[in-house]
């Protein structure tokens, strides 16, 4: 693997936003109801975006100054993301990602991460070692998985 791992700044904002739209569409969206993908839309608009990620732990990868894949952890143990780019999944990627992420929240003396997966994802959490975590949520007709993992 040769891909450029570094971390977000502002300017990714725009081509971010549009990674995490393209991914929900292929692989989230589907019969969900408008008002949910309006939601999810304006929830990730490069805007927002550029305002509340700066203050977390993102880690941005490229391909030939192409961001395909992304990972943000916050202060409090929570993984709120973790994207790859369809034609790179299975390149092991997400593992890496979800590595950098979890080696930092260590150094932050979060023992216990927690994560929302979308029932697409569900499988990569569980083969890293993320346990269900209570039942299944909606969350503006969004569906998500509640899971954890302790760390060593």
């Not at 990627?93 to 950098?100: A, D, L, N, P, Q």
């Not at 994802?121 to 299944?136: C, M, Q, T, V």
Request: net charge positive; aromatic share 14%.
């Amino acid at each position: 693997m040769n891909f450029n791992i570094r971390r977000f700044k502002k300017k990714d904002s725009k081509e971010v936003s549009n990674l995490i739209f393209k991914i929900f569409e292929e692989f989230n969206a589907k019969g969900l109801p408008k008002r949910s993908i309006q939601f999810f839309m304006e929830k990730y608009s490069e805007k927002e975006i550029s305002e509340k990620w700066i203050k977390d732990y993102v880690i941005i990868v490229e391909d030939k100054n192409k961001i395909i894949a992304i990972g943000r952890a916050k202060k409090n143990g929570w993984i709120t993301h973790c994207y790859v780019d369809k034609d790179y999944m299975n390149e092991g990627i997400g593992k890496v990602v979800m590595y950098r992420l979890e080696n930092w929240l260590k150094r932050t003396r979060n023992r216990k991460i927690l994560l929302n997966s979308s029932p697409y994802a569900l499988g990569f959490y569980k083969s890293l070692e993320y346990k269900p975590r209570g039942r299944k949520k909606s969350h503006h007709g969004i569906q998500m998985y509640p899971m954890e993992k302790w760390l060593n």
